[in-house]
């Protein structure tokens, strides 16, 4: 081990007693993936099923007491999350440069070739269209059969993935530093120009906004017809993408050249709080839940529930930091990779979902990726 990984190492350990007490969640059950520090965000079908990738480039479906229902093996990494539609079928991205299409068997239904890398996570339309990203800079739609619908180019690699509104419209980001807003038949409504790559999946407000963050350091709203509303510099570049709390507050974790931090903002651009800061990566996005309480992936205690008045709910430790984004199921159940695991875990103090227009990581358990409306 290099020695400032050790020194780091040791720090945490020291450190970690002091943010990390609090009381102990409920642990369902652990299961152990094929690889380590995978970056795929599990998702929950309507029958409780649970999906997740990993970095061996295989999808596991898991019943929701964690035994394996099957697992299905692609060419290379998956770092795209699943997404799955109403009648089950479970759409993601793999790293052979294909977008699967599977049965709730297991099955194979069709992929879909793209000129490379395929990191963004699909999401699905009413209609079920799928639209995704890929790094040979193309956005593709693709018809429910796997047929393409229409591809739309930008001018360098997209890994964002897109957000469907309530009209249609297709919202998503590009490493050639704009941001784009496309209609459901594949023309360009707007785009808006950034100062940095767009890598993160923006968020939808119930009132039409379009929150993002860029690598230029800010936290984006436009209005839906793409004037900027506000924008916030959090300090540095932000991976994280935002999500929309009950009372419309947004969440989302900010890093700099020397830390990482849980911030919070109000609807009109005002930073609320920026809670305690790590010197360590992290691009996972929070959930927000139905009391205002929101949960961050954070080294050190895994998950940690803070509360509107910038306290501490709740904190929840397991081995290993948190590399893909939380899901929340509709039972209250949260899934999260943790190092080799996918963990299983309800929280002591945790309340239902908040009734926003995008809550958490791909706006519902399903990552549809839509906004459905409260």
């Known amino acids: 081990m290099n020695g ?4 780091v190492l040791i720090g945490l350990f020291f ?6 007490s609090g009381q102990t969640a409920t642990n369902f059950w652990t299961f152990r993936l094929a690889s380590y520090d995978n970056a795929s965000s599990p998702a929950v079908a309507l029958d409780g099923t649970i999906y997740v990738g990993n970095f061996t480039g295989e999808l596991c479906a898991l019943t929701p007491e964690g035994k394996v229902k099957w697992k299905y093996q692609t060419g290379l990494e998956i770092k795209s999350s699943p997404a799955v539609a109403t009648d089950g079928t479970i759409y993601f991205g793999s790293r052979d440069r294909r977008l699967y299409a599977l049965t709730p068997k297991g099955d194979l239904k069709w992929t879909f070739l793209t000129g490379a890398w395929i990191d963004s996570s699909p999401a699905i339309a009413a209609d079920g269209t799928v639209y995704f990203g890929s790094w040979d800079t193309n956005f593709y739609a ?20 897109p957000a469907i509104g309530v009209d249609g419209t297709i919202y998503f980001g590009s490493h050639d530093r704009d941001f784009y807003a496309l209609s459901p038949d594949g023309k360009l409504r707007w785009r808006f120009s950034t100062g940095g790559q767009i890598t993160s999946s923006p968020a939808l407000g119930g009132n039409g906004i379009v929150y993002f963050t860029s690598m230029d350091g800010n936290l984006y709203a436009l209005n839906p017809n793409g004037t900027e509303q506000w924008r916030y510099h959090t300090g540095g570049v932000s991976e994280s993408s935002p999500v929309v709390g009950a009372t419309g507050d947004i969440y989302l974790i900010a890093y700099n050249s020397t830390d990482s931090h849980p911030d919070s903002f109000s609807p009109d651009g005002k930073r609320n709080w920026e809670w305690t800061s790590a010197d360590v990566w992290n691009d996972t996005t ?8 929101a949960y961050f992936a954070w080294p050190w ?14 904190t929840i430790q397991e081995i290993g930091n948190v590399t893909g984004s939380p899901v929340m199921a509709d039972n209250g159940t949260f899934y999260f990779v943790c190092g080799w ?7 002591t103090n945790a309340a ?8 958490m990581f791909r706006a519902n358990p399903q990552h549809t990726g839509r906004v459905v409306g409260h």
């Open 4 to 7: 400032w990984r050790r020194i």
């Open 15 to 20: 450190i970690a007693p002091f943010f990390c």
């Open 142 to 161: 693709l018809n429910p059969d796997g047929s393409l619908k229409w591809k739309f180019p930008s001018g360098d690699i997209i890994n964002s993935s």
């Open 286 to 293: 929070p959930i927000a839940l139905a009391n205002g309480d």
């Open 301 to 314: 205690c895994t998950l940690v529930g803070i509360h509107p008045d910038h306290q501490i709910s709740e």
């Open 341 to 347: 695991d996918l963990v299983a875990i309800a929280p």
């Open 352 to 359: 239902s979902l908040a009734k926003s227009s995008w809550p």
